[in-house]
T-cell receptor, first 112, second 114 residues
């Protein structure tokens, strides 16, 4: 399995504060993704990256931004957290030419 | 617009019997389909996949069937075991794209009773 870690694993934050979640992979995978998992919605793509400094929006990108300054790190930032962003966030990575993405263990974020 | 749909939120089967999980998609550009399994407090893990040039792929107890005309795929688990109890996500991608994006369904929670 790919070495992909997320930090923090759990976070509670207040409405209106900025929050950054980190994803780190050691497999030199080209593609990285951020998903959120919510009951009844499955996994929804927030943002993805197809290379260093190359990112694009997914289906639920409003309120989120990302950055990828190094191959191994993909950061997800909630500019001003809202209660609707309470969710479990998963990072994934994929190598060029592969089709099976590997996932991190998730970050449970609670916005109060 | 849900491009990948799993219309059954849950499924309960007896140990040793067959589990059949279903998935429908709407985008005819999808050409690769995957199933992921997820235990509580863990990330999803890849289970099995199928290319659109095939209609069946087997891996041990797991078989995925693809019906392109109906835009439907299913995952069969035979025989089902209690350890198979998990959430199963169907996912689809466009191999022709250079992003590797996976679009997921809502998930089906499988419970296998001893």
């Amino acid at each position: 399995d790919a070495g992909i870690t997320q930090s923090p694993r759990h976070k509670v934050t207040e409405t209106g504060t900025p929050v950054t979640l980190r994803c780190h992979q050691t497999e030199n995978h080209r593609y990285m993704y951020w998903y959120r998992q919510d009951p009844g919605h499955g996994l929804r793509l927030i943002h993805y990256s197809y290379g260093v400094k190359d990112t694009d929006k997914g289906e639920v990108s409003d309120g989120y931004s990302v950055s990828r300054s190094k191959t191994e790190d993909f950061l997800l930032t909630l500019e001003s957290a809202t209660s609707s962003q309470t969710s479990v966030y998963f990072c994934a990575s994929l190598d060029r030419g592969d089709t099976e993405a590997f996932f991190g263990q998730g970050t449970r974020l609670t916005v109060v | 617009d849900q491009q990948v749909k799993q219309n059954s939120p849950s499924l309960s089967v007896q140990e040793g019997r067959i589990s059949i999980l279903n998935c429908d998609y709407t985008n005819s550009m999808f050409d690769y389909f995957l199933w992921y399994k997820k235990y509580p407090a863990e990330g999803p893990t890849f289970l099995i996949s199928i290319s659109s040039i095939k209609d069946k792929n087997e891996d041990g107890r797991f078989t995925v069937f693809l019906n392109k005309s109906a835009k439907h795929l299913s995952l069969h688990i035979v025989p089902s075991q209690p350890g198979d109890s998990a959430v199963y996500f169907c996912a689809a991608s466009r191999g022709s794209s250079n992003t590797g994006k996976l679009i997921f369904g809502q998930g089906t929670t499988l419970q296998v009773k001893p």
